[in-house]
């Protein structure tokens, strides 16, 4: 089969560059699914692992974890069976063992493993994935539009419910994740602030455009304090920014697998029992209760269309900010 490798490159060179190659088809195991991708989404953490911010990836390694496809065997395992189509994300395998896990809290597990990352992933003709980690994915979406929902859409989402009833929400970064999670909370009644990098007038109209009562530049501060905030975009010098946005009693939430340094700030500005917390992985939880509200909704998604040839190019205009929606391969 064809699928892009992330290789390891003798002299430590970085970013990484993605090769085409023709490797076996994947075989599946006990309670495995072998998949044939239909479409994978690219993901700001693609990106970490090719920069090598993230630091432990299994090399040669096929990324991606937002992978669209149909069951093509064994004949049946678990829910599923031949036909089936499915949605494989980044949480890929936990023990099923462990305190975090018989607690319904598998996103913490610590022998866990993440698809596209430490287990081969979607840039590829077929896969193999635990049937305890696929989704059944709703009708109502075709295969590269329901793609971005698998780890921008979940680990949002997971974020999202973790500022609780926050009625004044703000969102830092407005990209891929802030556009889905916004159509969420305007829905449910929520007031959207949308912050972007500095001069950046499309995303502000963007967010505008889905309801947002205000947007404006990360450097700024809202018209009023903000019960809540979560911070998309991967620069740590934003959570002390949206500190003193908060309202007291108010939280922000660290939703990126990476970030850079938080600088040092001031106790006051968390004072008042206000929170800093971080969002790890997904649940099984997560993602059924988002699948049924994407279904009810009819989310909307952004995406740029790519052949798996072209993953490098995608990638590379994913870094430089030129993509207009999540970039999405189409695996024909």
Known sequence: MRA???????????????????????????????????????????????????????????????????????????????????????LGWTDGDCGYCRTKRENLCDRAKFTGYNIDGGYAEFTVADARYCFRLPNEYGDVEVAPLLCAGLIGYRAYRKTGKARRLGLYGFGNAAHLIAQVAIHEDREIFAFTRPGD??????????????????????????????????????VPVALRALAKGGVVVCGGIHMTDIPAFPYHDLWNERVITSVANLTRRDGEEFFEIASRLRIKTKTEIFPLEEANAAIDRFRSGKLDGTAVLKIS
């Open 4 to 90: 892009i490798i992330l290789e390891s490159e003798p002299d430590g060179h970085l970013p990484r560059a993605l090769k085409l190659r023709d490797v076996p088809k994947p075989e599946p195991g006990p309670g495995q699914l072998l998949v044939r991708i239909n479409a994978c989404a690219v993901c700001r953490t693609d990106l970490h692992i090719v920069d090598g911010e993230l630091l432990e990836p299994k090399l040669p390694l096929i990324l991606g974890h937002q992978i669209v496809g149909r069951v093509e065997g064994p004949s049946r395992t678990g829910d599923f069976k031949i036909g089936d189509r499915v949605g494989v994300p980044w």
């Open 201 to 238: 007038v499309a995303g502000q109209e963007s967010a505008r455009s889905l309801g947002s009562i205000w947007a404006g530049s990360s450097d700024e501060l809202p018209p009023g304090k903000l019960d809540a905030a979560i911070i998309f975009a991967s620069a740590g010098e934003l």
